[in-house]
C-alpha cells in the first residue's frame, strides 16, 4: 500500500465539533515537547488548571484536564463518583444522556431515565417528580448543551433541584463551555465535564473536569475501588495536584496540553463574557440568514444553544448529499443529524474560532447556493441581507 | 496570577519517554484539524491502521491507536478481556507489572502474581509453574520490555508456556515497539499494547493496541458489557473498523493522530529491522561510553534492552542534583529511578529519534563532566573514545 505524508484539506468546520483550532493553538502544539516531569512542564500545567478555573467560573482545587477525549471526562466523573448500587437520576433528551445511562450501568449503578423531548431543555417538573419518586437517589446527571440537538438546559435550577433532594450532580458541558455561561460555583454543580474541540477552539483529544468539595468527599469516601485505574481522580490528583512533589500516574499529552494553555489563554484575553456576547450575535445573524431562506430551528427560542443550530432538512432534499457537497465544493463541514434525528436535520455549529461573522456568511451563502440547485423549495435573495442587518 | 504563552525550553529527552519527537512529526501535528468524520481523514485512519500493522508485524484486522495514553492501552486490553471471576497470570519485574495487577483486580478478576527480581527478564520456569499450579487461569500478562529496569524478556517463549496451557496473553510493548523486536504474529501475542512516546519518536498522548482473532472471540462472547464505555472494543470498532460506515463513538484527537501516522510513516522508511539494528548499535555504543567511566547497566547483558539503560548512581551521588544539572546546564533529560529503584538508577533512553550517536556523545560528556565536578569516583578522559570506537 502505497502511503504517504498526510496533507489535510483546508476546511472550515462548522459541524458539532471539532471546531475550527485557532491558528496559535495549531502552531502552540507543534512546540518542542518536553518531559511531562519537568520543572518547566509543571509550571505550565499549574497555569491551565488556573485557566481552567477561570473557564469554569469556580475556585475547586480538583479542576484539571483529563488525558482523553470528552467521553472519558464523562466516564471519570461517573467511574468516581458511582458505587454498584448507587440510584443515579439521568435526564435525557438527546443522544448524550443516553450515554450516561450506559455510564451508570456499566459502574454498577441503576439509572432512573427522565425521558424529555429531542430537542428541548430537560424539564425541572419532571427532574423534581422523579427526585420525590426516588428519595434514595444520590445523584442527578444532566446535559446542559445537548450537542446532538442544540437545545441548552437551565442548569442553575436542576443543581438546585438536585441539592434541595440531596443529590450530588454531574453536569455535561462539552459544548457549553466557552460558548454560554457556564458557572460551576455560583450554580453549585458539583461534578462538571467538557472537551477541548468545541468552544474552546482546541484540538480535540483532552477533557476539562472539575469537582468540589462535596464531590471529592464522596470519592473519598467510597467502599470500594474506582473500576478504571486509568480515571481514577486519587491516582489523577497524586500527579495534578502534588505541586512539586508530583506522583507519576501516567504520561501527559505534553503537547496537547501546550495547546489547551494557548486556548485557554486566548479565551480569557477575550474575556469570557465577550466570548459568551460574540456566540449569542453570531447565533442571531446566522438563524437570521436561516429564516431568510425558510429555513427553520427545531428548538424553541428560549431553549437555544448559539453554538449549535439543529436546522430541519426541507422537504425531498437529500441529507447526506447537500453535506457532501458543501464539503467538496466550498471545504465547509457542518453536520448530520444524530440518533432520533438522523437524516432529519442538520447541525450547524458557530464555536470558538470558528463562530466569525465571515463564517456565517459563507455558511449562509453556500447552502443557499446548493440548495437552490438542488431545486429546494427555499427563499434566495434574501439571506445575505439578513445576516448582514443582524451583524450591524 | 500573569500567564503568557508557554514556550518549552529545547531539551534532549533521553529519559523513559517521552522522548525527542522527530521534527517532521511535531510539523504534521500542527497541519489544519479537519472534521473526525470527514472522508479525508477516514482515508487516513485506513493508512494509520496498515502502518501500525506493520510495526505489530501483525495481520490483525483488530489494529487501531486508543485515543488516550499507553495507561489506558493498558486498560483497554484488561477490561475487554477479563470478566469478573477471571484468573489471571501477572509477571511482576518492575513498576509496571503492578499496574497490571490493579488493572486485573479492578476489572473483578484475581491475579496469580509471579514475581521477578527487578533488573531481570521473567523467568519462564516460574511462569510454567504458576500455570501448572493454576489450571483454570485464562490469561498470562507480562511486560515484553520493563520500562522502570530496563529487562527485556522472552515474549516468544511466554507466549508459547501460555498457549501450552490454553491461556490468552496480554502483552505491554510499551517501550518496545519500534526499538526492539515486537513479532505479534509469529509469535502469536493475542493483545497488544503500546505508546507513541518511546521509540515511535510521536509525541505522547495515543496508544497503539492490536487483538488476534482469539482475543476478539473472547471479547465478543464476554458474559456481560465490558466496564468502561470509552475503551469498549465492541464500540470502538464500529468506528475504527467501519470502512465508510463508521459510527460515532467519541471525537478522535484529529491531530495527534496526523502526528502518529508520520511517525509511523518515519519507521517504515527506515525499515523495522533497520530500527532495531540502530537501537542495538547505539545502545553499545552508549554502554561502552558508561563503562568506561566505570558506571555499570544493572540488567544483565542478555536480559537488557537496547533503549533503556538504568545505570547504578555512584556512591555517595546526589540522584536528583545530577539530573537537575544535566537538565539546567545541558537541557539534556534522563529519568529517575522508578519503584523499589528510585534513587538507585538513572534511566537512560535511546529511543526513536533520541537513539543518534550526537546524544550518546553528549549524554556520556556531560554525564562525565558533571559527575567529575561533583567528585564522583569515576575514570574521567576514557569514556568519548569508548563512545567513538564503539560506533566505528
Given amino acids: 500500500m502505497e502511503i ?14 471539532p471546531s475550527d483550532v485557532h491558528p496559535r493553538v ?16 509543571i ?24 488525558s482523553a477525549p470528552g467521553s472519558a471526562g464523562m466516564e471519570t466523573c461517573f467511574v468516581n463518583l458511582i458505587e454498584p448500587g448507587d440510584k443515579v437520576i439521568v435526564c435525557q433528551n438527546g443522544v448524550f444522556g443516553g450515554r450516561m445511562r450506559e455510564n451508570v450501568e456499566r459502574c454498577g449503578g441503576s439509572a432512573v431515565m427522565v425521558e424529555n423531548d429531542w430537542g428541548r431543555a430537560v424539564d425541572p417538573q419532571r427532574v423534581e417528580d422523579a427526585l420525590k419518586a426516588n428519595p434514595d437517589a444520590q445523584i442527578v446527571a444532566f446535559v446542559h448543551a445537548e450537542t446532538s440537538t442544540g437545545a441548552q438546559s437551565d442548569a442553575k435550577s436542576l ?10 450532580t454531574i453536569v455535561d458541558a462539552v459544548t457549553s463551555l466557552g460558548g454560554t455561561p457556564v458557572k460551576v460555583d455560583v450554580w453549585g454543580i458539583d461534578a462538571i465535564y ?41 491516582l489523577v490528583m497524586g500527579y495534578w495536584g502534588g505541586g512539586n512533589k508530583r506522583a507519576y500516574h501516567h504520561t501527559a499529552p505534553v503537547n496537547a496540553l501546550y495547546a489547551l494553555h494557548e486556548a485557554l489563554l486566548i479565551l480569557r484575553e477575550e474575556g469570557l463574557e465577550n466570548a459568551w456576547k460574540r456566540h449569542q450575535r453570531n447565533h442571531l445573524a446566522l438563524r437570521a440568514g436561516l429564516e431568510a431562506m425558510g429555513l427553520t430551528l427545531i428548538v424553541p427560542e428560549a431553549e437555544r444553544l448559539p453554538q449549535l443550530n439543529a436546522v430541519s432538512i426541507p422537504e425531498g432534499i437529500d ?39 465571515e463564517n456565517i456568511l459563507l455558511c449562509v451563502a453556500a447552502l443557499e447556493a446548493i440548495l437552490a440547485d438542488m431545486g429546494a423549495e427555499i427563499k434566495t435573495g434574501e439571506a445575505l441581507p439578513a445576516v448582514q442587518k443582524a451583524l450591524a
Fill in 319 to 357: 441529507d447526506a448529499k447537500v453535506r457532501a457537497r458543501l464539503l467538496n465544493e466550498y471545504n465547509l463541514e457542518i453536520g448530520a443529524g444524530l440518533g432520533a434525528l438522523a437524516g432529519q436535520v442538520w447541525r450547524i455549529g458557530l464555536m470558538g474560532h470558528a463562530c466569525r461573522p
Fill in 43 to 66: 509550571g505550565m500545567m499549574e497555569e491551565v488548571k488556573v485557566l481552567l478555573q477561570y473557564a469554569f467560573q469556580t475556585d475547586n482545587e480538583l479542576t484539571l484536564p483529563v
Fill in 194 to 234: 467538557s472537551g477541548t474541540q468545541k468552544c474552546l477552539s482546541c484540538v480535540p483529544g483532552i477533557s476539562p473536569v472539575s469537582f468540589n468539595e462535596r464531590a471529592q468527599e464522596k470519592i473519598r469516601n467510597r467502599r470500594q475501588k474506582v473500576q478504571s485505574w486509568f480515571m481514577d481522580l486519587n
Fill in 4 to 17: 504517504h505524508p498526510f496533507n489535510p484539506p483546508i476546511r472550515t468546520l462548522m459541524g458539532p465539533g
Fill in 159 to 168: 443543581v438546585g433541584l438536585a441539592h434541595k433532594h440531596d443529590c450530588l
Fill in 26 to 41: 495549531l502552531e502552540a502544539l507543534s512546540r518542542p515537547t518536553i518531559g511531562h516531569l519537568d520543572p518547566a512542564f
